[in-house]
């Protein structure tokens, strides 16, 4: 039976949060708000299972490119394994600070900076769309000549280092501040302060910042973190997609090709900020005022903890699981992530998702049991909670937004 270890991600990755947030609990240090966190997690749950679906992809897309468009073959040596790294850091350079400067770029990077907190859950806010973008700048690599296989174990290790950096408890790290980005360095990056802003874009290497003129060293004025304009929402949609809708509403209005052009390939700080304002109004209702009561936030948790597990699994036995299977498994965790964010925004409209999540998994069940008594079982399930559902909606409701503290 084959097992897919990178499901080991999952606890590895979740061992480092847990020991920061004890850290500054134990220490008083503020650094770390639970809606913020739970949108941080949720958002790297919707990326590493869409791994499952993408990894093989992009490993043949490298063997694709490398076949038939390498200018070199190159051998797995120490020094072309020494190049591939200093390469690989340099694209990513270029890709990091293009998604900052291009508003193409900006709207599939921006999800990773609307945290306003600054730790290692922030590191998690990766979508797919971003690394289908960095795979497109990673494409030189193999047509560079370094084989598909070099390319893929050399990025999991570059991946792993900018976890580390997420993280405002280590301070400055002495003589390796000269070298490496360290979550010194990329404290100012997540920063939102002017004289922060658009620097440090390195990943490993800080040497690529100090040579292109984008470094910035940080001094003693307090970090604000997030978005110059937050985005004070915590839809787990409207996160994801709120910047390309911006676009498209934009180029909309542009009177001509040149015009639209010049808004998808222009700067962010050059966007109407009235765009959002705009889709907001039309797209969206206004977030609940009230605060997340004590029911909501171990809802949340529970949730949250379920769809970590099945994450788990479904990344660790994708090999054995049906297409059929990996789509409800994968549907169930999904709508699970924008029941979350429709319950930090206290929307009651979200026992329907909830009805619509139940019905996923009573399907997922039949499927996977495929014999009377379990499909007997599904059917009778499905017709009781159709004939209450009027009843069982009061009772959700009355739990989860007027159970109080």
Same mark, same amino acid.
């Given at each position: ?20 947030? =004890? ?5 008083? %240090? ?19 299972? +869409? ?13 694709? #490119? ?20 200093? %390469? ?27 945290? *306003? ?11 797919? /769309? ?18 598909? *296989? ?9 991946? =792993? ?22 979550? +010194? ?27 292109? !003129? ?5 001094? *003693? ?10 985005? !004070?929402?915590?839809?787990? #949609? ?6 390309? #809708? ?6 909309? &209005? &542009? ?15 050059? @966007? ?15 977030? !609940? ?8 936030? $171990? ?20 090999? $054995? ?8 498994? +994968?549907?169930?965790? #999904? ?24 019905? =996923?998994? /009573? ?12 499909? !007997?079982?599904?059917?009778? @399930?499905? =017709? ?8 069982? $909606? ?8 007027? +159970?109080?503290?």
């Amino acid at each position: 039976m084959h097992f897919n270890l990178m499901a080991l991600a999952v606890p590895f990755f979740l061992v480092f949060i847990g020991w920061e947030y =004890l850290y500054c609990k134990r220490k008083g %240090l503020p650094f770390y708000h639970f809606t913020e966190s739970v949108a941080n997690i949720n958002t790297g749950i919707a990326e590493r299972l +869409s791994d499952v679906f993408t990894s093989l992809l992009f490993f043949y897309f490298f063997r694709y #490119l490398y076949v038939h468009f390498a200018f070199f073959h190159l051998q797995a040596t120490w020094y072309n394994w020494l190049l591939l790294f200093l %390469l690989t850091d340099l694209v990513w350079y270029w890709y990091h600070r293009l998604a900052h400067e291009i508003n193409i770029g900006w709207a599939v990077h921006v999800v990773h900076h609307q945290s *306003e907190d600054f730790n290692y859950t922030v590191s998690a806010r990766i979508t797919v /769309l971003q690394a289908a973008v960095r795979s497109l700048f990673w494409s030189v690599l193999p047509v560079a000549g370094f084989p598909p *296989e070099m390319i893929t174990t050399l990025l999991l290790v570059h991946g =792993l280092y900018p976890f580390f950096i997420h993280t405002q408890t280590i301070g400055r790290l002495g003589w390796l501040e000269y070298v490496l980005v360290t979550p +010194s360095h990329h404290r100012v990056h997540h920063a939102s302060n002017e004289r922060y802003l658009d620097k440090n874009y390195g990943d490993v290497l800080i040497i690529w910042d100090k040579l292109f !003129g984008t470094f910035c060293k940080e001094d *003693e004025e307090p970090i604000t973190y997030g978005l110059t304009k937050p985005l !004070g929402h915590y839809s787990f #949609l409207w996160q994801h997609f709120h910047y390309i #809708l911006e676009l498209l509403h934009a180029c909309a &209005a &542009a009177p001509n090709r040149e015009t639209r052009l010049r808004i998808l390939f222009g700067k962010p700080a050059a @966007m109407d900020p009235g765009a959002r304002v705009i889709l907001e109004k039309k797209l969206l209702t206004a977030p !609940g005022t009230a605060s997340t009561t004590r029911a909501q936030r $171990q809802y949340i948790l529970w949730q949250t903890g379920f769809s970590l597990l099945l994450l788990f699994l479904v990344t660790l036995f994708s090999a $054995q699981l049906s297409g059929v299977q990996c789509m409800l498994l +994968s549907g169930i965790i #999904l709508v699970s992530l924008v029941n979350t964010g429709a319950i930090l925004e206290q929307k009651k409209w979200v026992f329907y998702l909830e009805y619509g999540r139940l019905l =996923l998994v /009573l399907a997922a069940v039949g499927y996977h049991g495929q014999n009377s008594v379990t499909l !007997g079982v599904v059917t009778v @399930m499905v =017709l009781l909670l159709t004939i209450y559902f009027r009843a069982v $909606q009061t009772y959700y409701e009355r739990f989860l937004f007027n +159970s109080g503290e």
